[in-house]
C-alpha cells in the first residue's frame, strides 16, 4: 500500500436516464397520482435490486462497470476511450465530485483536477482571487500559495486581465489560469481531462512540458486525451474504456494500437464508385494491398514485403500527371511518400481508359505495426484530382526470420540496414 497512490476495485456508476415530468404545484402531483394509483405501485414496486442493493431499470445506465486498478506513487497513466466510454466519470469519481454507484476508489495523497475548463473557478471573483480560492479547495495554504503566484500568472499569461472578473475571461483564458493553478500547486496526484482539446498549439505543447515536468518530480497524473501522440509522449503505461469497462492496461503503444486497431478496421482491397467524382479527367477505381503476387490480404510478414496495387481509369487522355501513396503510422505520422512521377524521371503522359499500376515496397523496411496507405492524383501545380485519405488499413507483423531482431517501437516505424565502416586500427584501451 505504501508505494500506492490510487487503488479503484470494483468501481461502477450507475445512472437514471430518461426525463423527469415536473408539475407546477402539489396539488397537480397529489391529482396525478390519485388518478393512476396502480402506474404509481408499479413504478416503485418493480425495479429490481442487484446484488449491491442497487435498483435496477430499463432505463438505467451503467458508465462504468466492475472497473479495478492500481497507481503507483509517480505513475503517469492514460486512460483511452471513445465518448461514452466513462472516462469523465471515473476521473469526477476519482476527484470525489460524484459518489461511486458501488465499489471503492483509494486515493492517497492531496489531488488536484482539470476536469473542465474553470473547474472550481467562481465567476464573479477575479483571476487573483480565484487563484486563492482553488488553491484553498485543493488544501494550500496561504503561504504556500504566494510562493507560487508569481509562477501561477507567468504561466498562464494572463497578468494584465488578474483583477478583472474571470466571467469575462475567453475560453482560452479561462483554461490558462485553471490548468496553471492546477499544475503548480503541487498535488500529490493530477486528474487532467482533456485540456489539450482548447487553447493553441503553443498552449497545449506548454501543458505536455507541464505535465511531464510534474510526472518527472514524482507527482501521480492521470491523463484523458484523444491526442494519442501526447498519450504515447507523455504515458508509459494506459488503459483502455470501452463501454464503461476496462479492457486491457498495457504499455501505452499496445493500448493505443489496439484502441486505433478497433476503431479502424484492417481493410486490404476497396473498389471506389466514379461516380462519386463526375468530372475529375482521372480517378482511381480500386486499391489493394498483397503480400506479392498473393491474393489481397491485412497482415503482411516483416520479411516478404507487399505490393500497392491501384486501378486508375483515365477519362480523357491526361498530360503531367501524377500519383502518390503515402503511408502514415495510427498516430496519424506520415513515413513515407512514393511518387509515380520519380520512378518515371518525369510526370506521365496518361491515355484514356482503365490502367493498373504497382508498387513494391521491400521486406524488412516497415516494422511490425499497423499502417494506413492515402492514395492521390494531381497534377503538380495546376489541380487536385482525386484523393482518398486512409483508403487502406493493414498491419505488418513479426515473422521470426527478420535479419535481425526487431526490438520494439523505439527503434522506430522504419528498419534501414545502414552501412557501416571502420577506419583505421583498432586502439587497446589503456
Not at 8 to 22: E, F
Request: proline share 4%; charged share 20%.
Amino acid at each position: 500500500m505504501g508505494d500506492l497512490a490510487i487503488r479503484v476495485h470494483d468501481l461502477g456508476k450507475c445512472y437514471r436516464i430518461g426525463h423527469r415530468r415536473r408539475y407546477k404545484s402539489f396539488g397537480e402531483a397529489l391529482t396525478a397520482t390519485l388518478c393512476s394509483p396502480l402506474k404509481s405501485a408499479r413504478a416503485h414496486l418493480s425495479p429490481v435490486a442487484n446484488s449491491n442493493g442497487v435498483h435496477e431499470h430499463d432505463d438505467t445506465l451503467w458508465a462504468i462497470k466492475d472497473v479495478s486498478f492500481e497507481v503507483k506513487c509517480g505513475e503517469i497513466i492514460g486512460i483511452i476511450g471513445r465518448n461514452g466510454s466513462g472516462k469523465s466519470t471515473l476521473l469526477k469519481i476519482l476527484s470525489r465530485i460524484t459518489a461511486p454507484t458501488e465499489g471503492y476508489a483509494q486515493i492517497m495523497g492531496r489531488v488536484g483536477s482539470l476536469l473542465e475548463v474553470g473547474t472550481g473557478f467562481h465567476g464573479d471573483l477575479t483571476g487573483r482571487e480565484n487563484v486563492y480560492l482553488n488553491g484553498a479547495i485543493l488544501g494550500m495554504k496561504n503561504a504556500e500559495i504566494r510562493r507560487k503566484f508569481d509562477e501561477i500568472v507567468a504561466f498562464a499569461e494572463t497578468e494584465r486581465f488578474l483583477d478583472t472578473p474571470v466571467k469575462h475571461y475567453s475560453s482560452g483564458m479561462y483554461l490558462r489560469l485553471a490548468f496553471a493553478v492546477a499544475a503548480h500547486l503541487e498535488p500529490e496526484i493530477l486528474l487532467v481531462d482533456e485540456v489539450l482539446a482548447v487553447g493553441d498549439a503553443a498552449f497545449q505543447q506548454k501543458c505536455l512540458g507541464k505535465i511531464g515536468q510534474v510526472a518527472n518530480e514524482g507527482r501521480t497524473v492521470l491523463f484523458v486525451s484523444h491526442n494519442m501522440g501526447a498519450m504515447v509522449q507523455l504515458c508509459p503505461r494506459a488503459l483502455l474504456l470501452s463501454a464503461g469497462k476496462i479492457v486491457l492496461m498495457d504499455k501505452t503503444e499496445a493500448v493505443v494500437s489496439s484502441y486505433l486497431s478497433e476503431s479502424s478496421p484492417l481493410i486490404p482491397d476497396v473498389s471506389l464508385d466514379t461516380s462519386s467524382n463526375p468530372n475529375s479527367p482521372m480517378v482511381l477505381t480500386r486499391c489493394q494491398i498483397a503480400a506479392g503476387n498473393e491474393s489481397p490480404r491485412s497482415a503482411i510478414s516483416v520479411a516478404s514485403g507487399f505490393q500497392v496495387r491501384l486501378s486508375v481509369l483515365a477519362r480523357q487522355e491526361i498530360l503531367g500527371a501524377d500519383i502518390c501513396i503515402r503511408v502514415s503510422n495510427m498516430l496519424g505520422t506520415p513515413l513515407f511518400t512514393a511518387n509515380l512521377s520519380s520512378s518515371m524521371k518525369g510526370l506521365a503522359k496518361i491515355k484514356s481508359g482503365v490502367h493498373l499500376f504497382t508498387v513494391d515496397v521491400p521486406g524488412h523496411f516497415l516494422a511490425p505495426d499497423t499502417y494506413s496507405l492515402h492514395v492521390g492524383i494531381h497534377r503538380p501545380n495546376i489541380e487536385l484530382l482525386d484523393v482518398h485519405d486512409a483508403i487502406l488499413t493493414f498491419t505488418i507483423e513479426e515473422s521470426g526470420s527478420a535479419m535481425w531482431q526487431y526490438c520494439g517501437r523505439d527503434y522506430g516505424n522504419i528498419l534501414v540496414d545502414f552501412l557501416w565502416s571502420q577506419e583505421g586500427e583498432a586502439v587497446a584501451p589503456r
